[in-house]
């Protein structure tokens, strides 16, 4: 089983749609995540980072994070066909001080279109 | 601007022959890594740099080597040990090992074995 499982789709919306994209892992020691948007042919960017639980909101994204289910989420309100991209989950281990180390995981990554 | 960057964009390569990927990056950054990416399969590291002069094989070493001889540069070189070249290889870099606020890309190389 993969630490981080996420689904590959593809998800396909009509402009306007809320899209929730989702991530899975497995082991509680992950405490900083991040969401990822990769446009075709295209190195991935930073959208968003969110530390321990919670909600983080920027302009129409807003990501989630449980905890307690381990699972955490990408919300995106009013999409967009500029919103049609791969997006990869990726999470980092904590340290019990909360400091973080080693190296990313990443999720498979879910391909969106947004159709007009 | 800081950032990364890659060449070439496209890249072909005969059965057999070796070749080197480049990454620079003007951030400063003291971690550097590289990814595969193939469809479905998300990234997955082959190596990775925390300083110059160091580096520590991923999870798909085999068939590809590297160098740091520099902060800015880390080719990867991909060999004829590598029996299944073809896919899309990404650089990134981070401030340090173990940042945890994500890493800078690259816009990748298209490797293609013809």
């Known amino acids: 089983q993969k630490e981080v499982e996420q689904d590959p789709g593809p998800l396909s919306v009509p402009e306007g749609a809320i899209v929730s994209l989702n991530c899975t892992y497995s082991?509680?020691?992950?405490?900083?995540f991040m969401w990822y948007r990769q446009y075709s042919r295209k190195g991935p960017e930073l959208l968003m980072y969110?530390?321990?639980?919670g909600n983080k909101e920027d302009g129409r994204f807003t990501a989630q994070v449980d905890k307690s289910s381990k699972y955490i989420s990408l919300f995106i309100r009013d999409s967009q066909p500029s919103d049609s991209a791969t997006y990869l989950c990726?999470?980092?281990?904590?340290?019990?001080?909360?400091?973080?180390?080693?190296?990313?995981?990443f999720g498979q990554g879910t391909i969106l279109t947004v159709h007009p | 601007d800081g950032g990364i960057t890659q060449s070439p964009k496209y890249l072909f390569r005969k059965e057999g022959q070796n070749v080197t990927l480049s990454c620079e990056q003007n951030?400063?950054?003291?971690?550097m890594y590289w990814y595969r990416q193939d469809p479905g399969q998300g990234l997955r590291l082959i190596y990775y740099?925390?300083?110059?002069?160091?580096?520590q094989k991923g999870d798909i070493a085999e068939g590809y080597s590297v160098s740091r001889e520099k902060k800015e540069s880390f080719p990867l070189t991909v060999t004829s040990a590598q029996k299944n070249p073809t896919a899309f290889y990404l650089c990134?870099?981070?401030?340090?090992?173990?940042?945890?606020?994500?890493?800078?890309f690259g816009s990748g190389t298209r490797l293609t074995v013809v």
């Open positions: 951030l400063n950054h003291d971690a």
């Open positions: 990134a870099s981070s401030p340090h090992l173990g940042y945890g606020y994500g890493y800078t």
């Open positions: 082991n509680s020691a992950f405490q900083y």
């Open positions: 740099s925390q300083i110059v002069n160091d580096f």
């Open positions: 969110t530390y321990s639980s």
């Open positions: 990726a999470m980092m281990y904590s340290n019990a001080g909360g400091t973080s180390y080693g190296k990313l995981t």
